[in-house]
């Protein structure tokens, strides 16, 4: 792809991006098993269309800044942005810290050395997440029963609009991924929904140490900017190791109880008639809601009342054809 020809104060800021963002990336991803930028565009930018308007906050470019296909200066020059122009920041990249970015007609990579932060979009709060609509998110933690009942529960939803957020467990992954081959978390993604951490093996993270919780909180756990303690359990330490990470915390306001009442219709039931606009659901993949029957129900029963469910990701315009969701989740859920 050509380059555009910049600014002597653009071309100059291009040594500095390699000092600000690339050193992490010399020794991680930018090396035999890199990420090329047709990669990161399949993970990042394929579902990102022009008239996008979901973000995770807003910068104002501090200097001349360079434009890139990738998240490191390593990667080719796509357009360069004018000193004190705001951008709308779409991700951040976990290794490079690079933020995603849209310029004109194109979408690229920026140091974030460049950037200074001035509207945060915030996080709604713990019980809503990054839902800002009025519509209610389904959430399943722990771990499917069998491949089969994950595949017919996450391809029932992609199929009916219903747009799932799957907590599994570090353990729950190695599980499948020993016994099947396969990656729970991608194979979600892959069907819209979207993939958050729920620890490594679902330990009561404050019976640990921060060093024990960071433990937890790192592979073969979900790698992503938002978890769910297990059992909702936090404290003081907790919360610290949590923002260590990066990451968000996604609790819930409606309870099914599914674990516990053991009852199909009873956790049907208390999904459709306890949840209010905007609810987070709890229920868990091994019992009786993750089913095509309950989802179906569930949406149903929800619609009596006026109430719709998150979609499946289509985009930041959520409009078109189902696609991959981004493992980076956005603060604005497109619902």
């Given at each position: 792809m050509?380059?555009?020809?910049l600014?002597?104060?653009?071309?100059?800021?291009?040594?500095?991006?390699?000092k600000?963002g690339?050193?992490?990336?010399?020794?991680?991803?930018?090396?035999?098993t890199?990420?090329t930028p047709s990669?990161?565009?399949?993970?990042f930018a394929?579902?990102?269309?022009a008239?996008?308007?979901t973000y995770?906050?807003?910068?104002t470019?501090s200097?001349?800044?360079?434009?890139?296909?990738g998240?490191?200066?390593y990667?080719?020059?796509?357009?360069?942005?004018?000193?004190?122009?705001?951008?709308?920041?779409?991700?951040?990249?976990?290794?490079?810290?690079?933020?995603?970015?849209?310029?004109?007609v194109?979408?690229?990579?920026?140091?974030?050395?460049y950037?200074?932060?001035?509207?945060?979009?915030?996080?709604?709060?713990?019980?809503?997440?990054p839902?800002?609509?009025?519509?209610?998110?389904?959430?399943?933690?722990?771990?499917p029963s069998t491949?089969?009942?994950?595949?017919?529960?996450?391809?029932?939803?992609?199929?009916?609009?219903?747009?799932?957020?799957?907590?599994?467990?570090?353990?729950?992954?190695s599980?499948?991924?020993?016994?099947?081959?396969?990656?729970l978390?991608s194979?979600?993604?892959?069907?819209?929904?979207?993939?958050?951490?729920?620890?490594?093996?679902?330990?009561?993270l404050?019976?640990?140490?921060?060093?024990g919780?960071?433990?937890?909180?790192?592979s073969p756990?979900?790698?992503t900017?938002?978890?769910r303690p297990?059992?909702?359990?936090?404290?003081?330490?907790?919360?610290?190791a949590?923002?260590?990470?990066?990451?968000?915390?996604?609790f819930w306001?409606?309870d099914?109880?599914?674990?516990?009442?053991?009852?199909?219709?009873?956790t049907i039931?208390?999904?459709v008639?306890?949840?209010?606009?905007?609810?987070?659901?709890l229920?868990?993949?091994?019992?009786?809601?993750?089913?095509?029957d309950?989802l179906?129900?569930?949406?149903?029963?929800?619609?009596e009342?006026?109430l719709?469910?998150?979609?499946?990701?289509r985009?930041y315009d959520?409009a078109g054809?189902?696609?991959t969701s981004?493992?980076y989740?956005?603060?604005?859920?497109?619902?």
């Amino acid at each position: 792809m050509a380059t555009t020809a910049l600014s002597s104060g653009a071309q100059a800021q291009s040594a500095a991006e390699v000092k600000s963002g690339t050193q992490a990336a010399a020794s991680s991803s930018m090396n035999a098993t890199a990420q090329t930028p047709s990669t990161l565009n399949t993970m990042f930018a394929a579902a990102l269309p022009a008239g996008a308007t979901t973000y995770l906050s807003l910068g104002t470019t501090s200097a001349n800044l360079n434009v890139r296909s990738g998240p490191s200066a390593y990667y080719s020059i796509l357009t360069s942005i004018p000193a004190g122009t705001t951008v709308n920041l779409y991700y951040k990249h976990p290794t490079t810290g690079w933020y995603h970015v849209k310029y004109g007609v194109h979408w690229g990579w920026v140091s974030a050395s460049y950037i200074q932060n001035i509207g945060a979009s915030p996080y709604v709060n713990k019980y809503a997440g990054p839902n800002r609509t009025p519509r209610v998110v389904l959430t399943f933690d722990d771990c499917p029963s069998t491949l089969t009942s994950f595949d017919n529960a996450t391809i029932y939803a992609r199929d009916n609009g219903i747009g799932l957020v799957l907590a599994p467990s570090g353990t729950c992954l190695s599980s499948f991924k020993s016994k099947y081959g396969i990656d729970l978390a991608s194979r979600a993604r892959a069907r819209g929904h979207y993939v958050i951490n729920h620890s490594v093996t679902h330990a009561e993270l404050t019976r640990l140490s921060t060093s024990g919780i960071l433990r937890e909180l790192s592979s073969p756990g979900v790698a992503t900017n938002i978890g769910r303690p297990p059992f909702g359990a936090v404290n003081t330490t907790v919360n610290s190791a949590y923002a260590l990470k990066g990451m968000y915390q996604w609790f819930w306001d409606v309870d099914t109880r599914d674990w516990e009442n053991k009852s199909k219709t009873a956790t049907i039931y208390n999904a459709v008639h306890m949840a209010r606009a905007g609810s987070t659901v709890l229920m868990h993949m091994q019992w009786y809601g993750f089913s095509p029957d309950s989802l179906r129900q569930i949406k149903a029963g929800l619609a009596e009342r006026g109430l719709g469910v998150c979609r499946p990701f289509r985009g930041y315009d959520n409009a078109g054809a189902v696609l991959t969701s981004p493992f980076y989740i956005p603060q604005s859920l497109p619902c």
